[in-house]
Structures are given as C-alpha cells and as structure tokens.
C-alpha cells in the first residue's frame, strides 16, 4: 500500500466517523466514500483493496467507537488489559466488514460497472448482512435532517443509506471530471439531486399526513422518572433504588397527573416469579397510576431456574398481567458463552435468559412494545416487534449509566428516532442516566432530559395504527443490493 493510499484511507474513515450520528458533522458522510474510492481504484491487487477498506474501517471503529473505554472503569472493574483486548477484536471484526466491501466494489469495478452500482450495492449489502453487534448504516447519519429521513418507512436505514452513498457518487464523480479523468457528469448529478429533492418533497407530504393521523389518535399522558444512579446500586441496594423511583413519581404527580408511568430497565432486582398474573402493589406502592417498568423476573423451566431481562406493566387494578422478556442479549454483559471463566473476569456481568416472543404491553387502546435497552438499535428486530405485537406505541426502557457522559447515550437516542420513523410510532425512552426522551413519529424530539441528572419528564403521546411499507416490506433495498452484487460479480472481467 502506497503512503497516498493510505492516507486516502484514513481520511474516508476519519470523515465517516465525524459525519456518523455521534459527532453530527453530517456534510462529512455525504464525502466520506470519495477517498475510500480513490484509495480502493489506486490499489494495485486485490489484497490492496482489501487493505484500504479495513484502514477506512479501523480509523471510523477508533474514533466512533471510542466510547466503549467507559466500561473499563465501571464495568470491567478496571482490567484495562481486558477492556483493551475486547475493543481490538470488536475493531478488527468492524475493519473487516470494510475490508469485504472494498474487495466488492474492486470486483465490480474490475467488470466495468460503474461507481454508481459499483459502490452503492455493496455497501447497501454489507450494511444489511455483515454480523455486527451495534448495527452501523451510512444513513444514520442524516438524522437531524428530519426531511429526508422520513424515506426510512418505505426502506428502512438502508434506503438512507443508498441516499447518503448517492451524495458521495455525484462528488466522486465530480472529483474525476475536474482531473480530467472523465466528461461532465450531468447526468449523475441531476440523479442524484432529483433523489434528495424526492426525499424532500416524500418528508414534506408525509408528515402532513401523519400530523394528521396524530391529531385524531388516542392521547395518553407519559410520565418518566430518571433517577441517575450508579448502574451497579440496583444490585447493592436494591430497596434504596426502589425507593428513590417511587419518591420521584410521588414528586412527578405532585405536580401533574399522568396516565401512565414509566421506569428504566432492571430498577426492580429482586425479582418477579412468574407466571403471570401476580400482584403489582409491592412494587407500586401508593401510587395510584399505571407502571411499566424493568425488572428481573424468574422462572422454572424444564427444571432449570432462568432469569430474564423484562418489561412489566401494572394496570390500574395493581396487577402485572402483561410482560416482555428480552430476546436479544449482549454477549459478556447479559449472556456468558464460557460461563465460569467469564465470570471471573467480567464480575458486574449477568447470565439472562433469552427469550423468543415479542407480545405487546396493553393498556386501554395502547397495545405497548417495550424493546429493552440495545434491542433498540435493531431495525429489523423493532420491525417485528411492532408487527407481531399489532403495536402503536414503542416504549424502551434502557440503563445506559455504563458509558458516562460519551456519545453512547447520544447515539441510542438518535437511532431511537429512525425506529419512530420506520415504524411511524411515538416511541418513549426511559433511561437509568439519561437521555430520556419522548420522540414522534416523525423522529422529532419533543421532550427529552439533561445527561446525568436526577430528574422527571412528562409529555403526550398517541395509539398510532398508521402502516408503512417499511414495516409490511422489511429491508427490501438489501436484497435489491444483494441480486445487483451478485450479477456484478458474475460478469467477466474487463479485458484490460
């Protein structure tokens, strides 16, 4: 690799990772693939290829994913040796999926196809099907320009995407053609800006029909606690945490009834034993309101003991008959592959059940989808959720206290809003630490709370039945990029 290849490399990924949600540069993601392509197209093999992909990957992963060090102090009790160890393997799994991309657009690009097909479907495929623990599209990056977003209920984050990726083919383009390299792109650039002026006029129609739909839904009035408190006080002092919740909701509706409220993961850890129903008062107490709330529950199955991660809704009659347990777990914080060996080293770390149902929390007319903590990230798993459910309200409880004051809180809350544009649900986030917030169907905050304060939220919220192709259709724009993927590679190579 050539020293111009390689900086050509580290500048894409130095681009993408300001551009990305956390930082918010957003300009930078519409430019970021423009050297990433310069480098791959400067290669001289395949191996150099790959070489300039997993560069462009490593310095994204070393800047966007700098706030996975907050756990060593908190969550790996200080073993930086071990904090170190599992944050390279995540880079090197990350730069890899780059690396994979880049040796599919050299294919492609080898046979003659365009940057146009070249560089779109693979990065649209990649995204979609490379394993990946905290899922990462191009199109999260443009999610405070709330226009454009809302195309993310006909294709989801991927068809985003394809209108970031689009943005960097027409400068690339451009870069070629002020080098001579080829003639005026004209028709690239009227594409491609007929495609944001789509986005554009979509979002502008769109939300004018769902502000409609808003206005003659049923309204419930939302009351979140956030308590800020050390992630591991839940397991030294269970009673305190408890009690400190119930005193901020006495405080909360002190001042203004809600209708219901609503608790962050895990604040009750003594454990619910199912089945359901079972009494609710003990955790309640005095407050006279509806409580969905996170709580460890046990359960006896096929004479195994089982704890899960869940959500709980106590009705108004102060009885639970509705929860969820979490279905996806992260690995070495909630579930343990090697258990014994992982538990010496990870000590803060749980071993939960993973279950395999999304049923729905129903209260009056709100039938409630309570994803729990990462699960959110998840598209296609919040997809499913709100479609086996029949949901029209997503309610996540998180505790996000592990990672401080980095841009992890900041990132959950942003992808939260494409998961209200997807599924055109107000989506309602209760967090241990914050950010709590109170999202609309348009990805558009309307409350949310300071970073690691001791506070309460309050806010309206509405049953939304409005459907999207998204939700029906799923990840359409991936499979679209898969078949175009695969017949890119199936042409013979251009003689050269």
Known sequence: MTARTFACAVLGGALFCLGYAGYGLWPFALVAWVPLWIA????????????????????????GFSWLWRLVDVFFAGQVALGATLWFSHSIWFASGWALYALLY??????GWPVALGGVAPLLAVEWLWPSLFPVHLGDALVERTAWIQIADLGGPLLVSALAIAANVAAFEAWRWLRGARSKPLAIWVAVAGAFVFASAYGVVRAAAIERAIAQAPALRVGIVQANLDPLDKRRDPERVHAIHLALSRALLAEESVDLLVWPETVYTRGIRGPLPVAGRPIRSDLDVPLLFGAASLRTESGRSLTYNSAFLIGPDGSIRDGYDKNLLVPFAERLPLAGWTERWLPHARDFGAAQTTPSLRLGAFRIATPICYETVVPGFVRRMVREGDANLIVSLANDGWFGDSQEPWLHLALARFRAVEQRRFVVR????????????????????PLLESTTLRASVHALDVDSPYRRFGDWPGWIAVAAVASMLAAPRRAV
Request: aromatic content about 6%; glycine content about 14%; charged content about 20%.
């Open 106 to 111: 050299a294919g492609a690009r080898e046979r």
């Open 40 to 63: 791959i197209d400067s290669a001289r093999s395949r191996r150099g290829a790959a070489l300039a992909g997993f560069v462009f990957g490593w310095t994204a992963h070393a800047g």
């Open 430 to 449: 209760a967090t241990n630490s914050g950010v709590s917030a109170v999202i609309d169907p348009l990805g558009r905050v309307l409350q949310q709370t």
